[in-house]
């Protein structure tokens, strides 16, 4: 698999199956896409999510009907605890060539990863579903150590251009950036005081 990151504004999400596993594969998407949760019963932790719900017994339908279902779509999801039921909306989806996803049973072609989010990047992180205790322990080791990592971002964000003004060699501009993202007590200011990080930064590398 190769590892992708794709805006989904205004693409169509279909996730079947709305129990928690079905909320979480929907809040995954909901910031973004426009999605659309078919099921029997739909779980509380849907609830606040910017989704369309359409309620409906997935066992009952038919093929055909489930075709319909897809028409454009761009990614389905198949989280009902059926494993035959999900296996058979991936061959439809298949078929379709609608992406898709399977929380049980036949891998599909997309795996939904722990995501770590700040405003300034994104670190997505799977085992391949090996191992969703990994995923997520990395995910959270991730969010207790780089706790500064938005700040860094808009640190390196504004030194860049005053580089480009002082220091014509890139490689030389490459490094002070480096220097200034392995500097341990930057890295400790930047968790209170902005400021002083950045004051730091430019008398240390900019001003040496």
């Known amino acids: 698999m190769i590892p992708l990151m794709l805006d ?3 693409r169509r999400v279909l996730i079947f199956g709305g129990g928690d596993v079905g909320a979480r594969k929907a ?13 029997r019963s739909f779980s509380p932790n849907l609830d606040g999510l910017t989704i369309r719900r359409q309620e409906g017994d997935l066992s009952a339908l038919s093929d055909e009907a489930l075709r319909d279902l897809l028409s454009g779509a761009f990614l389905a ?15 439809l989806c298949a078929e379709a060539g609608v992406l898709f996803n399977n929380a049980a049973g036949v891998p599909g072609d997309v795996i ?7 405003n300034r990047f994104l670190v997505a992180v799977s085992t391949y579903g090996r191992s969703p205790a990994v995923s997520r322990y990395l995910r959270m080791r991730l969010e207790a150590d780089y706790a500064d990592l938005d700040r860094m971002i808009k640190l390196q964000e504004e030194i860049r251009p005053m580089l480009r003004e002082t ?5 030389e501009r490459s490094r002070i950036l480096w220097a200034i993202l392995s500097d341990g007590e930057i890295r400790v200011a930047l968790t209170a005081d902005y400021a002083r990080a950045r004051a730091m ?5 900019l001003h040496a």
């Open 167 to 171: 220091e014509p060699v890139q490689a």
């Open 27 to 39: 809040a995954h998407f909901s910031h973004e896409a426009e999605v659309t949760v078919f099921s």
């Open 8 to 10: 989904l504004t205004g």
């Open 77 to 91: 999801v198949a989280a009902t605890p059926d494993p035959e039921l999900n296996d058979r909306i991936g061959r």
């Open 112 to 118: 939904i990863p722990s995501v770590v989010r700040g």
């Open 201 to 205: 930064a430019i008398e240390r590398y």
